[in-house]
């Protein structure tokens, strides 16, 4: 058993933070499924952009779709859903065996509605519609106006995973979302059973950003603690998801059958080449949790991980961390908050070169 086969074994859920059509064509999901245990697949802009910049099977596709689709959003997902359907249809044994409580597959609603939330409800309505697999979830982005549509989709009966979190009060909005969203649901009788999100908390742009505000205070007790925030921020965050989800809160909704709100660690690739590559992996290990990897990343847990259950170790020493970075000024809650907004701009931006890309 390779390691991160050991790592889904301690209840963790790995999900690849990749699709491309030559990751399906070539058998290399397929592989990633059987051999590293992988249960789930995560898409965004810059996924896309990547992908059709790289792989060699779009070509014909594009050339028909030039001639046929003068729209280029309209051409860009003619060619990213038959992938996504795909890779739901790898996925599906794995959410058949799991109950549905896995084997899914993100796809992301336009960043451009970021901050329109009956626009991202009907968007995510669409996007179900035409990839129409159980065991999709519609990426909608954890702004207010995202938090908004995620309850009333999740009323709706569809499926989201909650992008682009970077704070704990970001985490915690969207659990208290849910289960609103559940409880309207089961208000109306319709079946909960198979109602599935996720909240994925990025890790390593907090550490970007927090680290260079430590260098800019440049004391050495503030230097100590690089690397430290993203890490420590994600131990409170799993023990505000055991609060909620194992607690009063959901107990109702348990009992009808719902499954909790899981939490996603995203940008689990280290940005700081002289951090540890596994950083934002190892630490984090722990029941009713997933991990997005990217490739390399994957590769490393494969090549030198060392699982263990650890998410719940030193909550102490990370509170201790947090209280210091507070101390020093630092503000994570308004950290948060800068890198949701630039997050959207980001993939708003990696969006528009995708579209440049099918023109």
Partial sequence: MNAARQVTALGQSLWLDNLSRSLIREGTLARMIAEDGISGVTSNPSIFQNALATSPYYADDLARLKAEQ?????????????????????????????????????????????????????????????????????????????????????????????????????????????????????????????????????????????????????????LSLRGKAAVAMAKRAYQAYWNTFHGDAFAGLAQQGAAPQYLLWASTGVKNPDYHDLLYVEPLIGPETINTLPDKTLAALRAHGRP?????????????????????????????????????????????????QTA
């Fill in 70 to 222: 003068p729209d280029l959003e309209r051409r860009y997902e003619a060619l990213a859903i038959p992938d996504v359907q795909a890779a739901c249809d790898l996925l599906d044994p794995v959410y058949e065996a799991s109950g549905g409580n896995d084997g899914y597959v993100s796809l992301e609603v336009a960043p451009r509605w970021a901050h329109d939330a009956p626009k991202t409800v009907a968007e995510a309505q669409r996007l179900a519609a035409l990839v129409n697999r159980r065991n999709l979830l519609v990426k909608v982005p954890g702004t207010h106006e995202g938090v908004s549509a995620f309850e009333a989709l999740t009323t709706l009966g569809v499926n989201v995973n909650v992008t682009l979190l970077f704070s704990v009060a970001q985490v915690q909005a969207v659990f208290d979302a849910y289960l609103r969203g559940l409880a309207a649901r089961a208000r109306t009788g319709a079946d909960t059973r198979r109602s599935k999100a996720v909240a994925s908390l990025f890790l390593s742009r907090v550490d970007t950003l927090v680290d260079k505000q430590l260098g800019e205070i440049g004391t050495q007790e503030a």
């Fill in 308 to 356: 263990a259950v650890r998410v719940t170790d030193g909550l102490d020493e990370a509170e201790m961390q947090l209280a210091e970075l507070a101390r020093l000024g630092i503000d994570l809650e308004l950290v948060g908050h800068r890198l949701q907004e630039d997050g959207v701009a980001l993939f708003e931006a990696s969006y528009q070169k995708l579209l440049a």
